[in-house]
């Protein structure tokens, strides 16, 4: 079972990672991500404002992938899928509007380009 999981992650796992991730210093140095996130965050509070069903159906689309498509959809948009989590709970409507904002403006702030 050792040697199972040993080549698994060493054939499948490492080179999947290495992947995702090698681009990243420059895609997020140079602000790509930054657009790419505030224009989530933006569909999503168009979506809030006009149609909140549609937020609903996003996430029905997510959970219905195959797993390992979701795991990777969760790594690369933790935040936007959170604030998705978020706004389905049924928490008062201040707490997830504060929440959510919370994780926008985070998740932006990380994402502002910084001098090397």
Do not use: H, K
């Amino acid at each position: 079972m050792n040697t199972i999981i040993t080549t698994l992650v060493d054939g499948v796992l490492i080179p999947l990672v290495n992947a995702i991730t090698s681009p990243l210093p420059f895609i997020a140095s140079s602000g790509i991500l930054l657009l790419v996130f505030g224009a989530l965050w933006v569909a999503f509070a168009v979506a809030l404002v006009r149609e909140p069903a549609r937020i609903e159906t996003a996430w029905r689309r997510v959970r219905s992938m195959p797993l390992v498509l979701q795991a990777l959809a969760w790594l690369l948009f933790l935040p936007v899928l959170a604030g998705v989590y978020v706004w389905r709970t049924s928490w008062p409507r201040v707490a997830r509007l504060t929440l959510v904002g919370s994780l926008a403006g985070w998740n932006l702030l990380m994402f502002l380009p910084r001098p090397a």
